[in-house]
Each structure stands twice: as structure tokens, then as C-alpha cells.
């Protein structure tokens, strides 16, 4: 079985300051991971994603995580927020394995960017 | 590209009534999900169809939840009937196929928002 955990429920920051979102994952299989960010009274959006190939993946809206297997991490990381990034961001996972697949979230982290 | 349509998007309801929600995935999408989001947690899956067929339905509360896909493309998911501890967001999602191979990404649709009284 395959849980996550985000080790923080909140964040708040000031605008222009960096930001690191902390997810860990426990799994016995290999693992793909998501970043997903859900804005107020809207759906999940997928951030960005780790499937396999360079440990440092990149999203359009200058978020990057890095997918770190002995830590079995996958931070969420921006040098410089904006107000508009204010949301709340889920980490999740989902199995190698063969057969129909699923995605496994965390409780979720909101980011709370201040003016 | 049309997402994910769901519907209604709010709904209250008293306790021990019935609720029904109504997705419509993208086209051509072979895989649909049902996710509960309880306010201040994650989604958890409820029900899981590949076309026509259930592949997994472990954690539907079978005493008071159905879902069904009928024709393999929209679908619905009933409460009957309704608990206080039901009140949360219905989200439906969709994906071409297996999760995680190429391409293959999960999409949302707003949710339906269920407030039991």
C-alpha cells in the first residue's frame, strides 16, 4: 500500500519570498509523483509531475519539484511567490504496478502568500 | 478542449434524503474516477471505472453509495441515504487510461459541493 504525507497544513509567506511545500511518500513499489493545486472553489489542476528521467521536474508557472528516492521526497519548491499563487497544493502518488492505477493524495498544504 | 463537466455544483440536502451527481468526462477518456474531499483532507477515491467496468470500488460505502457508467462515457454517483458525515466535495476525474504512462494525466472537473443538514 502506498500513503503521503505533507508535513505542513499551512504556510503563510510574503509575497516575493521563496517557498518550500514538503511531501513524503511511503510505498513498497515504485511510485510515479504529482504536484496538484486546487485555487478556491475550483477543481484539481495538475502542477507538474515525476514519471522517470531527470529527479528535478518543472512546472510552466516557475514551481519545480525533485524527487528524491532514498528520502522518498518530492518537495515543492519556488524561489519567488506571488499573491496569485495562493491555494492550497497536494502531493500525490501513484504505483508502477500493472492493472488499473489510481492516485493516492496527502491532506494537502495551504499556501497562504501575504502583500 | 471541453474538461470535465459535473453537476449540480452545490447541493444541501437533510439528512436521510437522497443525492445525485452527474459527471461527464472528456471525450474519448476510457478511465472516470469519483473522489470524496472532506474539508480539510485530501481526496479519497471512491469508486474507480475502466469504460463500463468497476476496477475498483474498495472504499464506496456499498450500504448507502452507488455509482454506475452506464455506455461507458457519463456517469452517476447516488447517497441514499444521506449522513451528517457525507458533507464534503464530489469530484469527478477522468484519464485516458493507466495513470502515470505517457500522457495518460488525471483531470478534475469543479466538484459538487454536498452540505447534509
Known amino acids: 500500500a502506498q500513503s503521503v504525507t505533507q508535513l505542513d497544513s499551512q504556510v503563510p509567506v510574503f509575497e516575493e519570498a521563496p517557498v518550500e511545500l514538503r511531501c513524503n511518500y511511503s510505498?513498497?513499489?515504485?511510485?510515479?509523483l504529482f504536484w496538484y493545486v486546487q485555487y478556491p472553489n475550483q477543481g484539481l489542476q495538475l502542477l507538474l509531475k515525476?514519471?522517470?528521467?531527470?529527479?528535478l521536474v518543472e512546472s510552466i508557472n516557475g514551481f519545480e519539484a525533485e524527487f528524491n528516492k532514498s528520502q522518498t521526497s518530492f518537495h515543492l519548491r519556488k524561489p519567488s511567490v506571488h499573491i496569485s499563487d495562493t491555494a492550497e497544493y497536494f502531493c500525490?502518488?501513484?504505483?508502477?504496478?500493472?492493472?488499473?492505477?489510481?492516485?493516492?493524495f496527502g491532506a494537502g498544504t495551504r499556501l497562504a502568500v501575504h502583500p | 478542449e471541453a474538461g470535465v463537466a459535473q453537476s449540480p455544483r452545490y447541493k444541501i440536502i437533510e439528512k436521510r434524503q437522497s443525492v445525485a451527481f452527474w459527471c461527464n468526462p472528456i471525450?474519448?477518456?476510457?478511465?472516470l474516477y469519483w473522489y470524496q474531499q472532506i474539508l480539510g483532507q485530501g481526496p479519497k477515491l471512491l469508486i474507480q471505472?475502466?469504460?463500463?467496468?468497476?476496477?475498483?470500488d474498495s472504499q464506496l460505502p456499498k450500504d448507502r453509495f452507488s455509482a454506475e457508467r452506464l455506455k461507458g462515457v457519463d456517469s452517476t454517483l447516488k447517497i441514499q441515504p444521506a449522513k451528517l458525515e457525507d458533507s464534503a466535495v464530489y469530484l469527478c476525474?477522468?484519464?485516458?487510461?493507466?495513470?502515470?504512462?505517457?500522457?495518460?494525466?488525471?483531470?478534475f472537473g469543479e466538484g459538487s459541493w454536498l452540505t447534509v443538514v
Open positions: 471505472f475502466q469504460n463500463n467496468g468497476v476496477v475498483d
Open positions: 510505498s513498497s513499489v515504485s511510485v510515479y
Open positions: 476525474a477522468s484519464s485516458l487510461g493507466r495513470v502515470g504512462t505517457a500522457g495518460n494525466t488525471i483531470y
Open positions: 515525476y514519471l522517470s528521467g531527470s529527479t
Open positions: 471525450s474519448g477518456h476510457a478511465t
Open positions: 500525490a502518488v501513484t504505483p508502477f504496478s500493472g492493472g488499473y492505477n489510481k492516485l493516492i
